[in-house]
């Protein structure tokens, strides 16, 4: 899936050139102005990532940060700047983080 399919799902997108995101990452700026958008306190909310730099920013933003990283980066990598790292979407279970979403009931197939 491409991000600009999933994004029809989403209420609110920010991205890096967005004129309040003044610095990109490492620098917490873009989640900060996310959860400002959604009227939520960083800490409530979940970051996927899947480069090193934005599981940086992630975290140093207050968010729950879930590395997803390429297959072509070294995992351990990510371990000292996420709260859990999964090999893709398709593991995320929601329940750990008190979502009642389980992806690894579903695939791409379905």
Same mark, same amino acid.
């Given at each position: 899936?491409?991000?600009?399919?999933?994004?029809?799902?989403?209420?609110?997108?920010?991205?890096?050139?967005?004129?309040?995101?003044?610095n990109g990452k490492?620098?917490?700026?873009?989640?900060?102005?996310?959860?400002?958008?959604?009227?939520? +306190?960083?800490?409530?909310? *979940?970051?996927?990532?899947?480069?090193?730099? %934005?599981?940086?920013? =992630?975290?140093?933003?207050?968010?729950?940060?879930?590395?997803?990283?390429?297959?072509r980066m070294e995992?351990?990598?990510?371990?000292? +700047?996420?709260?859990?790292? *999964?090999?893709?979407?398709?593991?995320?279970? %929601?329940?750990?983080? =008190?979502?009642?979403?389980?992806?690894?009931?579903?695939?791409i197939d379905n």
């Open positions: 899936i491409k991000h600009e399919e999933m994004f029809q799902f989403f209420e609110h997108v920010v991205t890096g050139d967005d004129k309040n995101v003044r490492p620098a917490p700026d873009i989640f900060l102005e996310t959860a400002r958008r959604l009227n939520v +306190h960083p800490s409530e909310c *979940i970051v996927f990532e899947d480069s090193l730099q %934005g599981a940086i920013a =992630g975290k140093a933003a207050g968010c729950v940060t879930i590395a997803v990283p390429d297959k995992k351990e990598a990510f371990i000292d +700047h996420s709260d859990h790292v *999964i090999p893709s979407m398709w593991h995320f279970e %929601g329940k750990k983080w =008190g979502i009642d979403v389980d992806m690894s009931n579903h695939s």
